[in-house]
Nanobody, 118 residues
Framework: QVQLVESGGGLVQAGGSLRLSCAAS????????MGWYRQGSGKQRELVATISSGGTTNYADSVKGRFTISRDSAKNTVSLQMNSLKPEDTAVYYCNAYLYTGRWGTYWGQGTQVTVSS
């Protein structure tokens, strides 16, 4: 059984920073892309940032220059440093990983709330 557990969400004022972390555990034989997605109230889930096993990153235009994704492959963790936060960044943030447990599959964390006040 694979689990992805996020931490680091919370309430912050506009212009502030938060760091999200996600740890994957279980019978993981290999891990490919990892990423962060978010879902605001009444909105569809959207991509925030992804990082490949080789370290190639991809960001949504709305967060470029403000958010930084990183990973520690040895520890099966992925982090998201969020700076210059805006009220429109308010959402539930979900960790995502494409990994191999004997078969490849996509796994999701339970989500962590980020609220940015104006």
């Amino acid at each position: 059984q694979v689990q992805l557990v996020e931490s680091g969400g919370g309430l912050v004022q506009a212009g502030g920073s938060l760091r999200l972390s996600c740890a994957a555990s279980g019978h993981i034989l290999s891990m490919s892309d990892m990423g962060w997605y978010r879902q605001g109230s009444g909105k569809q889930r959207e991509l925030v940032a992804t990082i490949s096993s080789g370290g190639t990153t991809n960001y949504a235009d709305s967060v470029k220059g403000r958010f930084t994704i990183s990973r520690d492959s040895a520890k099966n963790t992925v982090s998201l440093q969020m700076n210059s936060l805006k009220p429109e960044d308010t959402a539930v943030y979900y960790c995502n990983a494409y990994l191999y447990t004997g078969r490849w599959g996509t796994y999701w964390g339970q989500g962590t709330q980020v609220t940015v006040s104006s």
